[in-house]
C-alpha cells in the first residue's frame, strides 16, 4: 500500500500544476519585478489568497475592502491606502503585503486591533470609515522573519490546521514575510535515514516528541518524549506541507531547516564512509552526532534530506540552521572546512537560496562567516535588544543581518519587554552607515501572548524614520478596546513606562513569577535563566490594572480587553509573590509561627485565585493544551505519550538529569488553570506545610524528591476543563483588592 507521504507528493505536486503560486522574495537578490514592467492586461499575482484571509479575519467587512495587486519596485515592498466610505482600496506588492496595508488601516483609520491574541474588531461600525486621503507606507527592510526554533515546542506542537491557519494570517497581517517553518522534519529525517541503514523502528525511537522536537533539530538532544508514531509522522508531514503551501500562497517564504550533518547513534558501524564526531553532553542529555561535512557521505545524505524534503514540502529560497548550537564540538574538523560544506550541499540542491543562522551566544562564529559567500548568509540576531555595546557589522564581518528580539524564553506569561530600545536601536543600526541591517526577525521562544510587544516590534519594519515610542503607546490604548478612554490612555501609559520600558544590558525579557518556581525561601526565579528580581517599578502594573477597571463599560466586552484585564491581573498578582516570599522567609527564620501561618495562607489563596482568574480566558488554561495533544493519538498508548511529552515540556522538561543538573525543570513556566491548581500550589503547599511542621516540631522540613512528585504529575491522565468559567473583570476586580497598598520594596 502506497505510504500517505506518497499520497502527499502526488497531491501537491498535482495542486502545483492547477494553481499560480506567488514567488516569494529570494533571501538576498534584488526585489523581483518593477511596478512599470508589469503587464497592465495581467495582474502581478492573484490577490485570491489575501481576500479569504480577510474573510477569516474580517467575514462582516471584508466585502468593503478593494485589495489591488502592485508590482514591487526596485525600492521594496509598499502598499497604499485610499477609499470612500464603505470602500477601503488596498494596495500591495504580495497578499501578505495587500493584508498589512488592511492592518495599517484598521489601526490607523478604523481605530481597531486584530492583536496576537486578542482583538477589538467587535467595534468596527457597520460601514466602515473613510481614510483620509491616500496613504503609502514603504518597507524599511526587505526581511521580516518570524519564528524562532523553539516554537514548535513552547507554543503547541499538538495544534491543528486551524491553530497554524490563524497564526499564518495574523503573521501576515502584520507585515511578516519569512516564517520559519519546522512542522514535519522528522519525516525528512526519518524518509533519509533508512536509505542510510536505518530500520523504521530505530528511527522512530531516535526521533523526540513532536514537543521536544526543536531541539533534536538544532542538535542537542535526541528520543525524549518519543517514540513517535508513523501516523504521527505522516500527519506532521501533510500539515507542514499545508502550512508552506499556504506562506507561499500569501507571497511568503517558508523558512525550511537545512541538513547540516545531524545522524542517529550507529552511523559508521553502518556507513564506514561517514565518520561523525561526537557532540557531548547539552545541559544533561546526550547529543546526537554529527557527519563530518568533509566526507565523502556527507554530500550523499545531504543529497537525499534536500531530495525528500522537496518531494514533502516543495522548495524555499532560505534554509534554517546551526553549526555547534550551544556548545556543540567540531572536534578535528576546522569550522571553515565545514562551513563550505555545508553551503555547498544546500547550493547544490537549491542553487542561490540563503542560509539563515540565528545570532545567539557565539553563534555564527567568524570563521564560518568568512569561509562563505556572505550575499547567501542572512543572520537573525536573537540578541539585538538584550546586551548593549553590540557592533554587528564588526562582529559578523558585514554579513547581513536582522534586528531580533527574544522577548520571552520557554512561552513564559510575564509580559513586557525592551521596547524603547526596539524603537531608538533599530532605526540607529538601520540607518548607520555601512548597515548590513536587512530585517527585523521576531523571535520569541513562545509565541501567543504579549500582543503589545508583538505589534510593536512587526510595526518597526514599515517605519522610514523612527517610531515615536510615547505616540505608539497612546494610539495603541486607544485601538485595543476599539475607542477612546482616559483610563485606558493611563493604563497603557503605566504598562509603558514600566514592564514596556525594561532595558538592555542583561535580559530582553521580563522576571517570571515565584508563584511558578520549585519552592524554597530564598528562590529568586522559576527557570534556571530568567532575571532574579524585578526589572521595573512594579506599582505600574497594579496601578495600570485599577485603571483597565475603570475602562468604560462599552469596551469591556472586546476580546481584546477581556484579555487584557485577566492578563494585568495575573501580573499583578505575580509580582506580589517577590514581596510576600521574603515575608514568609522572615516569620519562618524568626520562628513566628502565627505570623508564618498567616502569610503562608496568603499565598495560598493567591495561588487559589490566580488559577480562578486564568480559568476566565481559554489562552490562559492547560485543557485545551492537553487536549490538542490527546487529539494526535489514535491508542491509548500513544495518546499517553503524546500527552507525556506536552505536560513535561512545561515542568520537568526532560528526565531527572536534565531537569535537575541541567537546571531545565520549570523552563517553561505558565500561569495557567489548573497547572496553577494542581501543579504550582500543590507543590508549594507540600513545601509550606512541611516548615509549618518543623516550627512547631523543631525538627528540620522533610525532604522531598521535586522531581519524583513533578514527574509524577507527568505521568497523570486528568483531564482538564476546555471551557470558560467566570466573570474576567470580577475576578481582576478580586486581584486588585487582594493587593496591599503601597508594596513593600521588591526583594
Same mark, same amino acid.
Request: proline share 9%; aromatic share 6%; charged share 20%.
Given at each position: 500500500?502506497?505510504? &500517505?507521504?506518497?499520497?502527499?507528493?502526488?497531491?501537491?505536486?498535482? &495542486?502545483?500544476?492547477?494553481?499560480?503560486?506567488?514567488? =516569494?522574495? @529570494?533571501?538576498?537578490? =534584488? =526585489?523581483?519585478?518593477?511596478?512599470?514592467?508589469?503587464?497592465?492586461?495581467?495582474?502581478?499575482?492573484?490577490?485570491?489568497?489575501?481576500?479569504?484571509?480577510?474573510?477569516?479575519?474580517?467575514?462582516?467587512?471584508?466585502?468593503?475592502?478593494?485589495?489591488? $495587486?502592485?508590482?514591487?519596485?526596485?525600492?521594496?515592498?509598499?502598499?497604499?491606502?485610499?477609499?470612500? @466610505? /464603505?470602500?477601503?482600496?488596498?494596495? /500591495?506588492?504580495?497578499?501578505?503585503?495587500?493584508?498589512?496595508?488592511?492592518?495599517?488601516?484598521?489601526?490607523?483609520?478604523?481605530?481597531?486591533?486584530?492583536?496576537?491574541?486578542?482583538?477589538?474588531?467587535?467595534?468596527?461600525?457597520?460601514?466602515? $470609515?473613510?481614510?483620509?486621503?491616500?496613504?503609502?507606507?514603504?518597507?524599511?527592510?526587505?526581511?521580516?522573519?518570524? &519564528?524562532?526554533?523553539?516554537?514548535?515546542?513552547?507554543? /503547541?506542537?499538538?495544534?491543528?490546521w486551524a491553530s497554524y491557519e490563524k497564526q499564518i494570517d495574523v503573521l501576515a497581517l502584520h507585515g511578516v514575510n519569512e516564517v520559519f517553518v519546522q512542522m514535519g522534519a522528522d519525516a525528512v529525517y526519518y524518509d533519509t535515514f533508512q536509505e542510510f541503514g536505518y530500520t523504521k523502528r530505530e528511527l522512530t525511537s531516535w526521533i523526540p516528541g513532536p514537543a521536544h522536537q526543536p531541539w533534536w533539530l538544532m542538535q542537542n538532544m535526541s528520543g525524549f518524549g518519543g517514540p513517535v508514531s508513523e501516523k504521527t509522522l505522516d500527519r506532521r508531514a501533510a500539515l507542514g506541507r499545508k502550512i508552506a503551501d499556504r506562506l507561499r500562497r500569501l507571497g511568503m517564504t517558508p523558512v525550511l531547516p537545512g541538513y547540516y550533518g545531524t545522524v542517529p547513534p550507529g552511523f559508521t558501524d553502518r556507513n564506514p564512509a561517514g565518520p561523525v564526531v561526537p557532540q557531548g553532553d547539552w545541559v544533561g542529555f546526550e547529543r546526537p552526532d554529527w557527519l563530518d561535512p568533509r566526507s565523502e557521505l556527507f554530500p550523499k545524505v545531504a543529497e537525499v534530506f534536500y531530495r525528500r524534503q522537496h518531494e514533502l514540502f516543495g522548495d524555499s529560497a532560505m534554509y534554517k540552521m546551526d553549526l555547534l548550537h550551544e556548545g556543540g564540538t567540531p572536534g578535528n574538523v576546522p569550522v571553515e572546512d565545514a562551513a563550505k560544506a555545508v553551503m555547498d550541499a544546500l547550493q547544490r540542491a537549491h542553487p542561490g537560496s540563503t542560509w539563515v543562522l540565528l545570532g545567539w551566544q557565539s553563534n555564527p562564529s567568524t570563521q564560518l562567516i568568512d569561509a562563505v559567500d556572505k550575499s547567501r548568509l542572512f543572520i537573525v540576531d536573537g540578541l539585538a535588544d538584550r546586551y548593549t555595546g553590540l557592533d554587528r557589522e564588526a562582529a559578523w564581518h558585514g554579513a547581513p543581518y536582522a534586528f531580533g528580539t527574544i522577548p520571552n524564553f520557554g512561552g513564559h506569561t510575564t509580559i513586557g519587554a525592551n521596547t524603547a530600545v526596539w524603537t531608538a536601536r533599530f532605526d540607529e543600526w538601520r540607518t548607520k552607515p555601512d548597515s548590513a541591517l536587512r530585517g527585523i526577525a521576531y523571535l520569541p521562544e513562545g509565541t501567543g501572548g504579549n500582543p503589545a510587544a508583538y505589534e510593536l516590534f512587526t510595526e518597526l519594519a514599515w517605519h522610514t524614520e523612527r517610531l515615536d515610542h510615547s505616540a505608539w503607546f497612546a494610539a495603541y490604548a486607544e485601538r485595543r478596546y476599539g475607542g477612546a478612554d482616559p483610563h485606558a490612555a493611563r493604563a497603557w501609559e503605566l504598562l509603558r513606562t514600566g514592564p514596556y520600558s525594561t532595558s538592555s544590558g542583561t535580559w530582553s525579557e521580563s522576571q517570571d513569577s515565584l508563584f511558578t518556581a520549585r519552592p524554597g525561601l530564598t528562590v529568586d526565579t522559576s527557570a534556571s535563566w530568567s532575571p532574579p528580581a524585578m526589572r521595573y517599578d512594579a506599582s505600574t502594573v497594579r496601578k495600570a490594572l485599577a485603571e483597565l477597571l475603570q475602562v468604560a463599560p462599552a469596551l469591556r466586552t472586546s476580546d481584546a480587553y477581556r484579555f487584557d484585564v485577566v492578563d494585568v491581573a495575573r501580573q499583578a498578582l505575580a509580582n506580589r509573590s517577590r514581596t510576600l516570599l521574603p515575608q514568609i522567609r522572615a516569620a519562618y527564620e524568626g520562628k513566628a509561627l502565627a505570623l508564618f501561618r498567616q502569610r503562608a495562607a496568603e499565598w495560598k489563596r493567591d495561588l487559589a485565585l490566580l488559577d480562578r482568574l486564568l480559568a476566565t480566558d481559554r489562552r490562559f488554561m492547560l485543557g485545551p493544551w492537553l487536549k490538542d495533544s490527546r487529539s494526535w493519538g489514535s491508542t491509548d498508548a500513544e495518546r499517553s505519550a503524546a500527552e507525556f511529552d506536552a505536560r513535561s515540556i512545561l515542568t520537568t522538561w526532560g528526565h531527572r538529569s536534565g531537569s535537575e543538573s541541567g537546571g531545565l525543570r520549570d523552563y517553561a513556566n505558565r500561569e495557567w488553570s489548573g497547572l496553577i491548581r494542581d501543579f504550582y500550589a500543590d507543590r508549594w503547599t507540600l513545601y509550606l506545610d512541611s516548615l509549618d511542621t518543623a516550627l512547631v516540631t523543631g525538627q528540620p522540613p522533610a525532604a522531598i524528591d521535586w522531581f519524583e512528585r513533578d514527574n509524577a504529575w507527568n505521568l497523570e491522565r486528568k483531564s482538564y476543563p476546555v471551557e470558560p468559567t467566570g466573570d474576567p473583570v470580577a475576578l481582576a476586580e478580586t486581584v486588585r483588592a487582594s493587593l496591599p497598598v503601597p508594596e513593600a520594596r521588591p526583594a
Open positions: 500500500m502506497r505510504s &500517505l507521504r506518497s499520497w502527499i507528493v502526488v497531491c501537491s505536486s498535482a &495542486l502545483a500544476v492547477l494553481v499560480t503560486v506567488p514567488s =516569494p522574495v @529570494t533571501a538576498m537578490s =534584488p =526585489p523581483a519585478g518593477d511596478a512599470a514592467a508589469v503587464s497592465r492586461d495581467r495582474p502581478a499575482f492573484d490577490s485570491g489568497p489575501a481576500e479569504a484571509a480577510l474573510r477569516r479575519l474580517l467575514p462582516h467587512h471584508a466585502g468593503q475592502f478593494d485589495l489591488v $495587486p502592485a508590482g514591487r519596485p526596485a525600492s521594496g515592498d509598499y502598499f497604499t491606502v485610499s477609499g470612500t @466610505t /464603505g470602500r477601503v482600496r488596498i494596495r /500591495g506588492t504580495s497578499p501578505a503585503v495587500l493584508l498589512s496595508g488592511v492592518d495599517h488601516y484598521l489601526k490607523y483609520t478604523a481605530r481597531v486591533d486584530i492583536g496576537w491574541p486578542g482583538d477589538s474588531t467587535s467595534k468596527l461600525p457597520k460601514k466602515l $470609515p473613510a481614510p483620509l486621503g491616500t496613504e503609502r507606507r514603504d518597507a524599511s527592510v526587505p526581511h521580516r522573519f518570524a &519564528l524562532n526554533d523553539t516554537d514548535d515546542g513552547y507554543s /503547541g506542537a499538538y495544534r491543528d
